[in-house]
């Protein structure tokens, strides 16, 4: 009859996913590939003698309870209220589209960001400071810095103001508590001012004591983290001896604070450090926007609040050159770290890249294939996560051009394909970008340019 479907494209999408032993129902905007929901058991800031465990209790040890409380066992399925609307996520921000962010359903997510507590933690209000470390996840670039699931700590400090009455008001116990912490003897490049009209505003709720105290705070209590970071990665090059002692006291020391912009805090900066050659950005922070403490209904308490990517800090620390290496289970990477200690890690020997072009014609915009009407670069990284995992090292968008007639547009992605653990052959490479153009011509309508 008419409705039996002989020719049936896609398999239809599961009714639910099951996810840490729930069932969610899926809708259309489910994106949630097994790739990335197989690393939620993995919980790899929770193995004692990984390095983002070890970097995780190094951070912890510089902001000691009572005063902070830990929390490290936060389920990374959350609302799209907690991830995005608590936060003042306007509702256009494109952190929230199907590019960028894995949804489970309309209403569910795998947080993009440890923030996504913030809220909640703040209403439970149950200390001055507190700290959470999580796996997250984004669609985003394919490189050594990035990868589509790593690890955020999340901290904050909050005063109550009346609290601080007695004492003068917030801005001068905060100040007492500044002058009262050491030195941290390393050298920060901070040109910008504690707010600026336009660029990194005030708050109408503070005073310009309380927001230059509150920055002042967090800078100090960061650049601490930092500079112990340093310190003891130094040391550990040291001990290593021989080239990575040389390399790793040779690149001098280079730190700075840019500002930043998110819609939970300001003003907001980001910390960025030097390293293999780029400045690489190490945290997100901010002086807590009070909307966030008066919806959570302590209106009183006002203080600051950071991320930090703690792969990006274990890099640095132990010298590990790909952040794709923290996924390894190989024992060559595993059995060399010890709960406790910061060493400084021994890469196996360097097997070769390979790279490989790709270009491509896109669809005509406005046409639709498989239900995609557009093609967004985080498109072309997923497509190669899913065909090559770990063994892709790098993707970039080398060449885009739009055909002055045709109005066609047109991409190359030059793909580095390189396995952490043994040389791939280029055959293997060669399937591998077989099977990625198939995607790209099958599921988006692309025509391969030869
Ligand atoms: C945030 O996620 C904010 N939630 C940080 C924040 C918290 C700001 C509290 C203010 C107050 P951002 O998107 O910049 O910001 O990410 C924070 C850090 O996570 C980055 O600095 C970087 O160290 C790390 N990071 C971001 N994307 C990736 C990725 N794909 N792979 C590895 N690390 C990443
Ligand atoms: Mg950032």
Redesign the pocket.
Request: glycine share 12%.
């Given at each position: 009859g008419k409705n039996d479907c002989i020719f049936v494209e896609e398999p239809p999408s599961p009714p639910t996913i099951q996810l840490e032993g729930r069932h969610y129902p899926t809708d259309e905007w489910t994106n949630l590939p097994s790739h990335i929901s197989s690393a939620l058991s993995r919980k790899l800031h929770l193995q004692p003698s990984h390095p983002l465990s070890i970097t995780r209790r190094l951070i912890e040890s510089r902001f000691p309870g009572p005063t902070y409380q830990y929390h490290n066992n936060l389920s990374p399925i959350v609302s799209v209220h907690q991830n995005f609307d608590s936060l003042g996520f306007p509702i256009d921000h494109p952190g929230r589209s199907r590019t960028d962010t894995y949804y489970v359903n309309k209403d569910t997510v795998l947080r993009t960001?440890?923030?996504a507590h913030q809220a909640d933690t703040f209403r439970s209000g149950t200390s001055d400071g507190f700290l959470i470390s999580a796996d997250v996840y984004?669609r985003?670039a394919i490189d050594r810095?990035?990868?589509?699931v790593?690890h955020?700590m999340?901290g904050a400090r909050m005063w109550s103001r009346d609290g601080c009455k007695a004492r003068g008001g917030v801005a001068a116990v905060i100040m007492e508590d500044i002058e009262s912490m050491p030195k941290h003897g390393i050298n920060v490049e901070d040109p910008n001012p504690p707010f600026h009209e336009k660029r990194n505003p005030l708050q109408v709720e503070h005073t310009p004591e309380e927001a230059q105290a509150v920055g002042a705070h967090l800078k100090l209590c960061l650049e601490h983290v930092v500079a112990e970071v340093f310190g003891l990665a130094r040391a550990g090059a040291v001990a290593a001896g021989g080239a990575g002692a040389e390399g790793a006291s040779e690149e001098p020391l280079r730190v700075r604070w840019v500002e930043a912009y998110?819609p939970?805090?300001s003003p907001?900066w980001?910390l960025e450090v030097y390293w293999q050659g780029n400045w690489l950005?190490?945290?997100?922070?901010?002086v807590v926007q009070q909307s966030l403490p008066k919806n959570a209904g302590v209106p009183d308490k006002i203080g600051w609040?950071?991320?930090?990517?703690l792969?990006?800090v274990a890099m640095l620390l132990f010298g590990i050159p790909d952040?794709r290496l923290f996924w390894s289970c190989d024992k060559r990477f595993l059995g060399q770290f010890k709960k406790g200690e910061i060493s400084r890690f021994v890469p196996f020997s360097k097997f070769p890249p390979c790279y490989k072009d790709i270009a491509f014609w896109l669809p005509r915009s406005g046409s639709s294939v498989g239900g995609q009407v557009s093609f967004h670069e985080n498109d072309m990284m997923e497509i190669v996560r899913n065909v090559a995992g770990d063994l892709a090292e790098d993707v970039k968008l080398i060449d885009e051009f739009t055909h002055p007639k045709t109005g066609r547009k047109s991409l190359c992605f030059r793909i580095n394909y390189r396995s952490l653990e043994r040389t791939l052959r280029n055959d293997e490479a060669n399937s591998l970008q077989q099977m990625v153009k198939r995607v790209l011509v099958e599921e988006f309508g692309a025509e391969v340019r030869e």
């Open positions: 960001h440890t923030s984004r985003d810095s990035h990868y589509p790593f955020q999340e998110f939970f805090t907001s980001e950005e190490l945290l997100g922070c901010g609040a950071f991320g930090v990517g792969e990006r952040i």
